[in-house]
Nanobody
Framework: VQLQASGGGLVQAGGSLRLSCAAS????????MGWYRQAPGKPRELVVD??????IYADFVKGRFTISRDGAKNTVYLRMNSLKPEDTAVYYC???????????WGEGTQVTVSS
């Protein structure tokens, strides 16, 4: 399985970006589950994920970020509005295979929000 994240960049505070995560080499029971992020010197944290069939957003992105899917393209998107400097991080998409019980990670895309 390969997950290719893209769409990051430099944006001013209050701006928007849309990240994409394209999955290829899909295996049995696989689905792209969500997005995580990691800021310098900090641990990786959940942005949005599917947990027990429910979409869970981190409190700090509720109302600003939205996950969506295009099944035909095996692509998951993260629309990010009202970006803040504290949203600056590398954003990773996460996939999971229920059949194999494994998580899969893309290489990440850098999001930088200037004040």
């Amino acid at each position: 399985v390969q997950l290719q994240a893209s769409g990051g960049g430099l944006v001013q505070a209050g701006g928007s970006l849309r990240l994409s995560c394209a999955a290829s080499g899909i295996i049995r029971g696989f689905d792209v589950m969500g997005w995580y992020r990691q800021a310098p010197g900090k641990p990786r944290e959940l942005v949005v994920d599917q947990i027990n069939g429910t979409t869970i957003y981190a409190d700090f992105v509720k109302g600003r970020f939205t996950i969506s899917r295009d099944g035909a393209k095996n692509t998951v998107y993260l629309r990010m509005n009202s970006l803040k400097p504290e949203d600056t991080a590398v954003y990773y998409c996460k996939g999971h295979s229920d059949w194999y019980g494994l998580d899969y990670w893309g290489e990440g895309t850098q999001v930088t929000v200037s004040s």
